[in-house]
């Protein structure tokens, strides 16, 4: 069952703290479940994609979370319910810890390239679009840019991946300027990309 | 531990490089978890640096000729380089046996290089000089003239004390002015007699006496 398509809606009862949704599941009140995976659940499949790097492994752990974090503060509160955030994520890695042991011991290896085929062709058409738009708001933003020290300073952070210190090493570059070209990089990707229609919020 | 302040934008790009420890990590996710604008910076974040990479390559596939692999490193990020870090000890090696041999080298053996006298003295000038001619001890050059002779004749310079326990000979061949010259040793004390005869010859041609004091 994929939660986001029970088609259940929690608005009816607003839900503002973590407190909240644990005591009133406790209480056993379904829409305050609900809630919790409205509230959760986009962040703990991400964590757990980024993890296990295997999306439809990640769903399935998703879910999982989910069944064993409901089934438990529906038996028993949590100690300190203002902490469920730290016991979903508790839970979640617990989960892929497991599940990497269970795969490291049944590994075969049968046809690799076949398998990381199938896998590029399991990922999401949405996601391709949102990154071909995103690959051009990036062009939009370099050509934007005033002088090439710039682009070269942007270049050398998210291409090459070397840390602030080095940078301003290599370019002569002081603190300052530094974060003020990367904020604004930043802040104009961000108008750029909602521009096009890709939702980060 | 995260700082549970603001969290700086330079904080969401190092979860999205990899940057954090395994507890940072996991401080920061259970942050993200209860912070949906924080998720959202870590969305942007991930998307913008996917894009800068997807432009790159993009770019370096339209030119082929250029050498992706080919970039300047920072200095701090080169020496990192352990093939780097290996060159840059061997050079320093070198460069230290290399000043080490060159020390060696410039020793105090004076010989190789010149050797110093204490006065040139020339006996003999005239061929009525008579007497005793008085030097200090060390090493001197004594210039003795033995005549201009048409033929290239050598000469053998005895050196002797006065009880005859000591004698120095020398081997000498006469310039074109006559002269012949020689180095005394430089332990000589006392009276000496300096015998001059034509190599080959018994027969004294001259006979000069020196006290070395």
């Known amino acids: 069952m994929n ?10 009862i607003q839900y503002h703290s973590p407190e909240e949704i644990a005591s009133a599941i406790h209480r056993g009140d379904k829409a305050a479940e609900t809630a919790l995976i409205e509230r959760y659940y986009r962040v703990v499949l991400y964590v757990l994609k980024k993890r296990t790097q295997d999306p439809d492994l990640a769903r399935d752990l998703s879910q999982e979370t989910f069944r064993i974090t409901i089934e438990r503060l529906r038996t028993e509160p949590l ?16 989960l892929c810890t497991a599940e990497v042991r269970k795969a490291t011991r049944r590994q075969t290896y049968t046809g690799s390239e076949h398998v990381e085929l199938y896998a590029d062709q399991a990922d999401d058409q949405f996601s391709r679009l949102e990154r071909e738009r995103a690959a051009l708001s990036v062009r939009a933003l370099l ?22 210190r080095d940078i301003c090493e290599e370019l002569a570059l ?8 990367i904020s604004r990089a930043r802040t104009r990707f961000r108008e750029l990309i909602e521009s096009a229609g890709v939702n980060t919020s | 531990m995260l700082d549970h302040g603001k969290l700086p934008d330079d904080l ?21 978890l209860d912070d949906p604008q924080l998720f959202a910076a870590v969305q942007r974040a991930e998307l913008m640096q996917q894009s800068f990479k997807a432009q790159a390559q993009a770019q370096a596939a339209a030119e082929p000729s250029h050498d992706h692999n080919f ?12 093939m780097s870090l290996a060159a840059s000890v061997m050079l320093g090696i070198g460069v230290l046996l290399l000043a080490n041999l060159s020390t060696q080298q410039s020793g105090t053996d004076g010989l190789q290089r010149g050797y110093g006298v204490n006065s040139v003295v020339s006996i003999g000038q005239t061929r009525s000089a008579t007497g005793e001619t008085v030097l200090p001890s060390g090493t001197h050059l004594l210039q003795v003239d033995v005549g201009i002779s048409l033929s290239d004749a050598s000469y053998m310079l005895s050196l002797s004390n006065d009880e005859n326990t000591q ?11 006559g002269m012949v010259r020689m180095l005394t040793p430089a332990n000589l004390q006392g009276r000496y007699q300096l015998q001059v005869q034509q190599q080959g010859s018994t027969d004294v041609l001259a006979s000069y006496s020196l006290r070395f004091e």
Not at chain 1, 3 to 12: H, N, R, T, V
Not at chain 2, 20 to 28: N, V
Not at chain 2, 71 to 82: A, G, K, S
Not at chain 2, 172 to 177: E, F, K, L, Q, R
């Open chain 2, 167 to 177: 004698t120095h000979q020398f081997q000498v061949t006469a310039d074109g002015n």
């Open chain 2, 71 to 82: 970039r300047y490193l920072p200095f701090r990020q080169w020496i990192r380089q352990p």
């Open chain 2, 12 to 32: 969401v790009d190092k979860y999205v490089r990899h940057q954090l420890t395994a507890d940072e990590i996991a401080e920061f996710e259970i942050r993200m």
């Open chain 1, 143 to 164: 050509k934007e840019l005033g002088n090439e020290r710039d682009r070269k300073i942007l270049q050398r952070y998210y291409i090459d991946e070397l840390e602030k």
């Open chain 1, 174 to 181: 002081s603190d300052r300027h530094f974060d003020k070209v």
């Open chain 1, 3 to 12: 939660p986001l398509a029970c088609g259940l809606k929690s608005l009816q």
């Open chain 1, 79 to 94: 100690a300190e319910p203002g902490k469920l955030a730290a016991f979903l994520h508790s839970i979640a890695g617990n």
